[in-house]
């Protein structure tokens, strides 16, 4: 029998895990994985996500930063779709305060859920997906796997955890098929900054401004890019953090 082979729907037949999936890169992450063939299991801590439920769309209120969280996602995939193609590792959260006004607290949850929880998720994904031998993890790095700037310590250290997370778990990875990836986000038009700013989305906006391109992205447009590294046409593309962000970790200031 002969396979045929739907370009508009690269994913059909695949399951995916789409942490902080219930808004910004996450939502739009689920939305074009889902429309390009794919069922997902769709992680968040909001309630919310739940009303994206449809064919295809498993929804899960969970804490990514719970070793259970992860362990009952790989087990819902494996149970709902009974396989495991695609893990994302997008939910994430920031702070902005100065180190001397951070406490511990601040900064360890930070680090639980940006880099503990990609650790835990591609733990539990990499036990289902070494036995089939393929599969793709595809990190949400950010701008801050490399810069920084005042009062994003905690965040920053735990984007370069996430970027050197990547590289060296894509050398375990692919000796079993499965690629290692990350997206390098600049700004990008969405709810993270809401409990900092009274209108967060419209602070990403007009911070976006400060990159060459002069404007934040959409959240549709980093979802084309993990879409792409979660893809076969990603296929020599091993352990990178593939920047997406408008041009700001290219020019000097
Ligand atoms: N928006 C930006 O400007 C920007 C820039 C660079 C990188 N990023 C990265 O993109 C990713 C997605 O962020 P976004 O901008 O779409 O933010 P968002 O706040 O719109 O969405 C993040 C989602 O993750 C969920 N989440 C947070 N903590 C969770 C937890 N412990 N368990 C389960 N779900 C949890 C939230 O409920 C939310 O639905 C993050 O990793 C962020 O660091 C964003």
Redesign the pocket.
Known sequence: MTTTYDATRPFAGQAAIV?????????ATLELLHAQGASVVA????ES?RALARPGVEPLV????REE?AELAVRTALARYGRLDILVN?????INKPVVDMTLDDWNGIQ???ST?AFLFSREAMRAMVPAGRGAIVN?????CYQAFPTIAA?AAS?GALAQLTRALSLEAIEHGIRVNAVG??????????HIHADGPKF?AEHGRNAPIRR?AE?SE?AEVIAFLASPKASYIVGAVVMADGGMSVALR
């Open positions: 942490t902080g999936a219930a808004s910004g890169i996450g939502q992680v968040d801590r909001q996500v969970a804490d990514i930063a969280s997008n939910a994430g959260i920031i639980a859920v940006n929880g949400v790095g950010s701008y801050a965040y984007k986000s600049g700004d990008v038009v969405t709810n993270i900054t809401n990403l934040a959240p980093i």
